[in-house]
């Protein structure tokens, strides 16, 4: 499978903005798909997830109640909703997703072998 993502931008602290990752290839809907982002001189950090198997969401304490993520098997596509923006959200975000990784191990940006390439979101205070 290969990811695309897309959606970010420059937008206002309070503000919303829905990021995209589109997968082409395989069946997207056995994946994990996750969404990282990565600060200038900071490490990729895990924002949300789905897992490989059921409904399941999982978000970084950060993100929580602020984002959230879905995704539309028939489409292929992962959404990232993110509302209520803080400059601190400011980063390069990132798609990912892998057929194999177990729910303990989401958090890992070592867990996926996948990634699509970085968009990104820019928050003014």
């Known amino acids: 499978v290969q990811l695309q993502a897309s959606g970010g931008g420059l937008v206002q602290a309070g503000g919303s903005r829905r990021l995209s990752c589109a997968a082409s290839g395989r069946t997207f809907s056995n994946y994990a798909v996750a969404w990282f982002r990565q600060a200038p001189g900071k490490e990729r950090e895990f924002v949300a997830a789905f897992a490989r198997t059921g409904s399941a969401t999982y978000y970084a304490d950060s993100v929580k109640g602020r984002f959230a993520i879905s995704r539309d098997n028939a489409k292929k596509t992962v959404y990232l909703q993110m509302n209520s923006l803080k400059p601190e959200d400011t980063a390069d975000y990132y798609c990912?997703?892998?057929?194999?990784?177990?729910?303990?191990?989401?958090?890992?940006?070592?867990?996926?072998?996948?990634w699509g390439q970085g968009t990104l979101v820019t928050v003014s205070s």
């Open positions: 990912a997703a892998s057929a194999s990784v177990i729910t303990s191990s989401l958090r890992s940006p070592r867990s996926y072998a996948t």
